[in-house]
């Protein structure tokens, strides 16, 4: 038999599927003889069992990593987004995705914002403040630091104390001849050098004119103001030299 266009077999009876050029818009048609059928190959935009159909994700709508997913039945995309964003296109950012809300307030997100709702004890538009701190107890500047319902005060130089409320006294180094001001509860205190005495080391010690002799070293004056000095055979008397 010599068969018609479209047709073939040994008694012309089968139909080629793709005889009539089903695939539209340069897509490719493969015909399944097993079951008389067709299967279009599309090329990019196009989609559809016949490529009569623009691939609505081949533009990519989908922002921030979004994936993109085509429907052909009813044409149109639905973009499946990163936890940190939502919306059509996956264009919001999502503000509860960094957790602002601290001491464990509950985010809600807005429209580009949010609201953090605090649990009791807390305040503040990211539930950072303690309601002990609402009161503003830290003094002269200091910083006032919630600790789940205590607080703590970050002070300021030169201040201390539970409210910031004391003023290092060794601010200013009241004390003479390289002596060193310690802060002791609030009052200055000169720590002397072993040639100098007085409240603010003002005073030259009696050690400093004694003249120790054969590698003596000078120790220290009694309660009788006595001066001693240690010499090298571990011998002491009052302004006496020990040869050796």
């Known amino acids: 038999c010599q068969c018609f266009s479209g047709y073939y077999g040994d008694r012309c009876i089968q139909f080629n599927p793709c005889f009539n050029s089903p695939c539209l818009n340069g ?11 067709f299967s279009c190959t599309c090329v990019q935009p196009y989609t559809g069992s016949t490529c009569s159909q623009i691939n609505l994700c081949t533009t990519n709508p989908c922002l921030n990593n979004g994936v993109c997913k085509f429907d052909s039945i009813l044409n149109a995309y ?35 914002s949010y609201n953090c709702s ?21 003094q002269n500047g200091g910083t006032c630091l919630s600790v789940g319902n205590q607080f ?8 201390f104390g539970r409210y910031c409320e004391l003023k ?8 003479l001849n390289d002596g060193v001001c310690v802060n002791s509860t609030g009052t200055p205190t000169c720590i002397c050098g072993s ?10 010690s009696r050690c400093a004119s004694v003249p120790c002799i054969h590698q003596g070293k000078l120790e220290f004056i009694n309660f009788n103001d006595e001066i001693k000095s240690s010499c090298e055979l571990n ?6 030299n020990y040869d050796t």
């Open 118 to 138: 605090c649990l009791p004890g807390y305040t503040g538009p990211t539930c950072g403040i303690s309601q002990a701190c609402s009161n503003q107890p830290c």
């Open 168 to 175: 290092n006294p060794c601010t200013v180094n009241i004390c």
């Open 152 to 159: 703590t005060c970050s002070c300021l130089s030169p201040f």
């Open 27 to 37: 897509g490719s048609c493969t015909s399944n003889q097993i079951n008389n059928t």
């Open 195 to 204: 040639l100098f005495t007085g409240l603010r080391c003002e005073t030259t």
């Open 78 to 112: 639905t973009c499946t987004c990163t936890p940190a964003y939502t919306g059509t296109r996956c264009e919001i950012f999502k503000q509860c995705s960094s957790n602002p809300c601290l001491n464990s307030g509950i985010c809600m997100d807005l429209n580009g």
């Open 235 to 240: 011998k002491a008397m009052p302004f006496q």
